[in-house]
């Protein structure tokens, strides 16, 4: 069983910046980000793998966001930079025993970008 715990979201401005964390407590394969903006389905936003840091993106955060782990905190956090309106969404922490299969879900944290 995995607990996880997001913090951060907001409001923000286009072009600013936000950072999401979230504290897992529990042994899992991998950490990923998902969002889902109203009206739409979830969408895989970025995951890392806890043994060798290997990173995966949406294509259109490249660049943009960074998704990083804390082992000594077992915390994984997205770093959000040049946010765009269409980035709006409730964004959702997972974690998995593979890097394709999301077991264990935050309660999720909104973000808000305005033009």
């Known amino acids: 069983q995995v607990e996880l715990a997001e913090s951060g979201g907001g409001l923000v401005q286009a072009g600013e910046s936000l950072r999401l964390s979230c504290a897992a407590s529990?042994?899992?394969?991998?950490m990923a980000w998902w969002r889902q903006a109203p009206g739409k389905e979830r969408q895989f936003v970025a995951a890392?793998?806890?043994?060798?840091?290997?990173?995966y993106y949406l294509d259109s955060v490249v660049g943009r966001f960074t998704i990083f782990i804390d082992t000594a905190r077992n915390t994984v956090s997205l770093q959000m930079n040049s946010l765009r309106p269409e980035d709006t969404a409730v964004y959702y922490c997972?974690?998995?025993?593979?890097?394709?299969?999301?077991?264990?879900w935050g309660q999720g944290t909104q973000v808000t970008v305005s033009s």
């Open positions: 890392v793998r806890w043994n060798d840091g290997q990173t």
């Open positions: 997972a974690a998995g025993a593979t890097i394709s299969k999301w077991e264990y």
């Open positions: 529990g042994w899992s394969y991998a």
